[in-house]
């Protein structure tokens, strides 16, 4: 069978020929789902769940921390702060690397690259680049304290229980 | 079918063995420069090198055989760590038992793990040295800037292969390091937060990231390095050999005058007419045909006296010899050494001080500065500058020669980034301790 070659394909015009037009969409087809498939990858290998902590946690009773009690709860990462009737959660994430900080006399420390931190959480010493953050507290319905560590507040906001 | 002799069956069989091994080997042992050609071709393995190669590429001092050295441990760490798969199970509740497993019940455990482990830490070492020497010896100027690139890139993988193996034992030198170390990425503007999370597949390192990094480890970065290797490879003998003083390429005083070392893309041919006149009339009657194009100047013509010699035996018995060598140095290393394993994973507390593994002490060392610049800053600086020193440095002299003067500059400049990283290094390794505070080792 004698091939027919198109004239405006063999002179390279812009002519929009039906075999052009069925080309380039059957391009655009074959390219497109080649690109939404490796996009598909990089969503696919983003977790949508978790299967380690919930952030949303509840610790217990107020009655169970009693005044100027700083109760490092380390598998959770946060303090427990109690000062009177008030009651606060701060993150015990060094905000330098990720290590776990333990409470000091002074507030908390770093032991992997020597951070400090005040009572509050603020900077005072070592490579840490923002103050611990603190994260919102709640009673819940059944009496309990609930720490929400999804929520970050500005410290100084106690819970007053 | 009568002058037809025939041959009796037997006597196939009595053939058997040498048909076998003349149909695997298609060569015997050569005697001739034909032969010692013909067997470098028609070996798959061997066919890998080139035919003929430079006396100046074998120089034991010029290479140093690291290269080789790092390939090789590549390949000690493939054999034993699919050997050590059979046993290791991704699972933070299995994980730190099958290394205790290792150790007590598995015959030869503990030295297939020492194995793995010792060859890992030598591969970064090695490949470090590697690309000193390659830089010492100007080996990245044109044609080969393509290839320092991918040498770079080889040693980024090496070291998040390190890295992701790092995390395997779950033990807590393991948690620690891979708890520092992601926290680093995740200094990185816009998606550092996120790389962390894809890396960890969750929040913290934990059961998600131990099984993500179990895979990055054994299928992923194995394969993207075995590629970058064979392209690194394949670009030496593009590239036209290792590089070589421009004087090695100068033609003995009893070559033909009329031989012209071409510039440009050159037409191989098999035998070429300049060879041929020189040579026996029946060159002659030859059929010339294209073998394939080769650029720069290293294209020669004709069977022309050069310097040099054939890859066998040559080059095949000095790759043995760098091979038995490195085996043996891994052996002895792990005979007297166990590699380290430390209390299983407790999430809640840190060893103090918390160190990443050695090669990335340095690393840490800025990072207690200042993390944005000591994690992502300066690092990402020195790899951008490691990927364009060929074409930032364009000057073509003194290549192939050891601290070449006309590199005096260039040299000094890689010198002080290798002597600053490893200083840095030294100091994170003896001289931090709790609190990352600093401490005598004395």
């Given at each position: 069978m004698k091939t027919q070659v198109n004239p405006a394909i063999e002179e390279g015009g812009d002519a929009l020929t039906r075999r052009r037009l069925l080309s380039w969409l059957s391009g655009f087809g074959l390219f497109g789902s080649l690109i939404v498939t490796v996009f598909s990858n990089l969503i696919f290998i983003k977790p949508r769940a978790t299967y380690g902590q919930p952030n949303r946690f509840s610790i217990g009773k107020?009655?169970?921390?009693?005044?100027?009690?700083?109760?490092?709860?380390?598998?959770?990462?946060?303090?427990?702060?109690?000062?009177?009737?008030?009651?606060?959660?701060?993150?015990?994430?060094?905000?330098h690397l990720g290590c776990i900080v333990s409470v000091s006399e002074?507030?908390?420390?770093?032991p992997c690259h020597g951070s400090r931190y005040d009572q509050d959480g603020n900077v005072t010493g070592g490579p840490a680049p923002r103050a611990l953050p603190w994260y919102q507290v709640s009673l819940a319905p059944n009496g309990e304290i609930e720490v929400d560590k999804d929520t970050e507040i500005e410290a100084g906001n106690y819970l007053r229980v | 079918m009568s002058n037809h002799t025939t041959t009796p069956p037997w006597k196939s069989l009595v053939a058997l063995p040498e048909n076998i091994w003349?149909?695997?080997?298609?060569?015997?042992?050569?005697?001739?420069?034909?032969?010692?050609?013909?067997?470098?071709?028609?070996?798959?393995?061997?066919?890998?090198?080139?035919?003929?190669?430079?006396?100046?590429?074998?120089?034991?001092?010029?290479?140093?055989?690291?290269?080789?050295?790092?390939?090789?441990?590549f390949f000690i760490l493939v054999v034993t760590g699919i050997l050590l798969m059979f046993y290791y199970v991704p699972s933070t509740t299995q994980a730190y038992d099958r290394m205790l497993d290792l150790r007590g019940t598995v015959a030869f455990g503990i030295f297939l793990r020492n194995m793995h482990r010792w060859s890992a830490h030598g591969m970064v070492a090695v490949v470090f040295l590697h690309m000193c020497r390659v830089f010492l010896t100007g080996s990245y100027k044109p044609p080969r800037e393509f290839n320092w690139v991918l040498g770079v890139l080889l040693l980024l993988v090496t070291l998040f292969l390190s890295f992701t193996g790092y995390l395997l034992p779950w033990d807590q030198l393991a948690f620690w390091a891979i708890t520092v170390g992601t926290s680093i990425a995740s200094y990185a503007p816009l998606v550092g937060k996120q790389m962390k999370f894809i890396l960890l597949g969750d929040s913290n390192v934990g059961q998600e990231a131990l099984l993500r990094f179990y895979v990055l480890h054994v299928a992923v970065l194995p394969a993207i390095l075995s590629l970058l290797v064979a392209i690194h490879f394949w670009r030496i003998r593009k590239d036209g050999g290792l590089s070589r003083p421009e004087e090695?390429?100068?033609?003995?005083?009893?070559?033909?005058?009329?031989?012209?070392?071409?510039?440009?893309?050159?037409?191989?041919?098999?035998?070429?007419?300049?060879?041929?006149?020189?040579?026996?009339?029946?060159?002659?009657?030859?059929?010339?045909?294209?073998?394939?194009?080769?650029?720069?100047?290293?294209?020669k013509i004709g069977n022309v006296p050069d310097r040099s010699v054939f890859a066998w035996p040559n080059l095949f018995m000095a790759?043995?010899?760098?091979?038995?060598?490195?085996?043996?140095?891994?052996?002895?290393?792990?005979?007297?050494?166990?590699?380290?394993?430390?209390?299983?994973?407790?999430?809640?507390?840190?060893?103090?001080?918390?160190?990443?593994?050695?090669?990335?002490?340095?690393?840490?060392?800025?990072?207690?500065?200042?993390?944005?610049?000591?994690?992502?800053?300066?690092?990402?600086?020195?790899?951008?500058?490691?990927?364009?020193?060929?074409?930032?440095?364009?000057?073509?002299?003194?290549?192939g020669r050891w601290f070449a003067r006309e590199r005096l500059l260039a040299n000094f400049l890689f010198l002080t980034f290798v002597i600053v990283n490893v200083v840095l290094i030294i100091i994170g390794t003896f001289f931090r301790g709790p609190n990352w505070e600093f401490v005598s080792p004395w």
């Open positions: 107020p009655e169970e921390f009693p005044s100027g009690a700083r109760v490092s709860l380390d598998a959770r990462r946060v303090c427990i702060v109690r000062d009177g009737d008030k009651i606060a959660a701060i993150s015990t994430t060094c905000t002074t507030g908390f420390s770093c | 003349r149909s695997i080997f298609r060569n015997p042992l050569p005697s001739s420069d034909l032969g010692r050609a013909s067997t470098s071709f028609t070996n798959f393995f061997l066919h890998l090198h080139p035919v003929k190669v430079h006396r100046h590429s074998l120089k034991a001092a010029y290479t140093l055989g690291l290269g080789l050295i790092s390939f090789f441990l090695e390429d100068a033609l003995p005083a009893d070559a033909p005058a009329q031989l012209e070392v071409m510039q440009g893309p050159a037409v191989v041919m098999a035998t070429s007419p300049v060879a041929a006149a020189a040579a026996e009339p029946v060159l002659q009657k030859r059929h010339y045909g294209i073998q394939g194009l080769v650029r720069g100047p290293f294209t790759e043995l010899v760098v091979f038995l060598i490195t085996v043996a140095g891994v052996l002895l290393v792990s005979l007297f050494f166990n590699a380290p394993l430390e209390e299983p994973v407790n999430v809640m507390h840190p060893p103090n001080p918390a160190k990443a593994p050695w090669y990335f002490l340095g690393l840490q060392e800025q990072v207690s500065y200042s993390a944005f610049w000591g994690g992502v800053g300066i690092p990402a600086t020195e790899v951008l500058l490691l990927l364009l020193v060929p074409y930032i440095d364009r000057k073509v002299a003194g290549v």
